[in-house]
């Protein structure tokens, strides 16, 4: 049996609504996998590591005034919005536990079980086996091996000054592969969505995240998990992500508002978030 915390906000009806969602998708996997609901990190209740004013100032924070920078928990060039940092660290205690022994898994609120005999075959195959265990689209459900927590509390506890604004787990996990400083381990290999590549809706076994990001690897299946998403509601996410809007446009989006001119995005391919998400007519 799994154990699985899926993170919820109890005082956020919206949330409350996909948690609903999300617990009767899973009802049918529930003799391999026990969830329990956690509250999750908000701005108000996030531990502060570092004021504002923290030099150098990232890239993508304007530089005429005074208060640019967001008390936060995560340094560097680690998103500084108040928001991204609490979703982030609601993650992070959960990964402690990891790097401290627990083979938990992590889930959001609005993770949506769509395929059960694909769900139960990556479960049987690969969970424990694997550094990066994620059977859907991205960061709905998941777990790491001990020694990959492990790094990656040790990555997110000293965030680097980088190019690139990182602003969640999957995120991290990419600038992660980067630092051989840190993950130095043999047989290293990840399950792992292809999100790069409109033709291809799988998850894939590959010896690197940026790899199965881009579609490249074996062992493909089709994916168990995806996200709810209310049409009109829209996500409790401070990213207001658009349907018929690709991944790379929404990149380009985001870095445009953040003022940061080197950009190197085709936004002409990819897939649409339609594909990433359950639409809930509400």
């Known amino acids: 049996m799994i154990d699985a915390f899926i993170i919820c906000d109890f005082n956020n009806p919206l949330s409350m609504r996909y948690l609903e969602l999300s617990l009767k998708s899973f009802e049918p996997v529930s003799d391999i996998v026990n969830i329990t609901p956690v509250q999750c990190t908000?701005?108000?209740?996030l531990p502060i590591r570092f004021e504002k004013n923290q030099e150098p100032i990232?890239?993508?924070?304007?530089?005429?005034?005074v208060d640019y920078l967001h008390a936060r928990f995560f340094g560097g060039t680690f998103?500084?919005?108040?928001?991204?940092?609490?979703i982030m660290h609601?993650?992070?205690?959960?990964?402690?536990?990891?790097?401290?022994?627990e083979p938990i898994a992590i889930m959001e609120h609005d993770a949506a079980l769509i395929n059960e005999d694909s769900f139960r075959y990556m479960i049987d195959q690969y969970w424990g086996e694997v550094d990066i265990f994620m059977p859907g689209t991205c960061m709905e459900f998941y777990g790491l091996s001990q020694r990959y927590a492990e790094k990656f509390v040790e990555?997110?506890?000293?965030f680097p000054y980088t190019d690139n604004r990182v602003s969640g787990p999957f995120g991290a996990m990419l600038h992660l592969e980067t630092r051989k400083d840190l993950l130095d381990f043999d047989g290293y290999e990840v399950l792992c969505p292809t999100k790069?590549?409109?033709d291809l809706d799988k998850i894939c076994l590959s010896s690197h995240v940026m790899m199965g990001s881009n579609g490249a690897g074996y062992e493909l299946i089709d994916?168990?998990?995806?996200q709810y998403f209310f049409r009109s509601q829209g996500n409790t996410n401070v990213t207001k992500y658009k349907l018929d809007e690709n991944i790379f446009e929404t990149m380009k989006r985001i870095k445009e508002e953040?003022?940061?001119t080197s950009l190197n995005i085709d936004p002409s391919t990819g897939p649409t978030w339609s594909r990433d998400f359950v639409v809930i007519d509400d």
């Open 258 to 260: 953040d003022n940061h």
């Open 155 to 158: 990555l997110m506890y000293n």
């Open 42 to 45: 908000t701005p108000d209740t």
């Open 223 to 226: 994916p168990a998990c995806k």
């Open 90 to 101: 609601s993650q992070f205690v959960l990964i402690e536990r990891i790097a401290k022994g």
């Open 196 to 198: 790069g590549r409109a």
């Open 58 to 65: 990232p890239f993508y924070v304007a530089k005429d005034g």
């Open 79 to 86: 998103c500084d919005h108040e928001i991204h940092n609490s």
